[in-house]
């Protein structure tokens, strides 16, 4: 009697591979500035808001730039939640995608400091027209370079996201000699390609 061989897809993976699929394709029209827009917009939206309720009582500074700090914040913490106390590293790629997907999302924001054309919610004062304003770096220059820092960076933590989670999408034995290659180098990060 032999070995029954494990199905190559099973309904999990074929989601995975969907949503790694889908994933990519956001990201690679977010890296060219095809759109602005994302789903999970409406999401960010309302961390962001949420962010400026909540760390109202923390001084005007930090209520300001408390709507970045949630909405980037959020996803990031629910890397952890999700490697930490639900074993699932899949839905940490996912979450370190979003959190790069937000870092461009809050460039766009930033980048808008000078222009003032994007729409409030509320109406009210743009966030990083008067941090900028407030830090001395307003200028266009200033305001460009840190806008496209924030815009890269995001979108290679988008990427970084995108490749640990097409990891789970991988053929079992590839992704095995990977963990076994990876426990040689750090073997504390083995747990972050696991099921």
Known sequence: MGVV??????AKRVFRALLAALLGWWTLRLAAKATGW???????????????????PLGHIVHVLGGTIFQ??????????????????????????????????????MADAR??????????????????????????PSVEAISAGTRTAGVLVMLLGLAWATAFVLP????????????????RAVRLLQD
Do not use: K, T
């Open 5 to 10: 061989a494990e199905p190559a897809w099973d």
């Open 38 to 56: 994302v789903f999970v917009d409406f999401v960010n939206l309302a961390f962001h808001e949420a962010g400026h309720v909540f760390l109202r």
């Open 72 to 109: 980037v914040g959020i996803p990031a913490l629910l890397i952890w939640y999700f490697v930490a106390r639900r074993s699932d590293a899949f839905a940490s790629a996912c979450c370190l995608w979003w959190v790069g997907e937000n870092l461009v999302n809050v460039s766009v924001y």
């Open 115 to 140: 222009d003032l054309m994007l729409p409030l919610v509320g109406g009210g004062e743009h966030d990083w027209n008067e941090l900028f304003f407030r830090f001395g770096v307003l200028a266009e």
């Open 172 to 187: 079992r034995r590839v992704r095995s000699e990977l963990v076994l290659r990876l426990a040689g180098v750090a073997p």
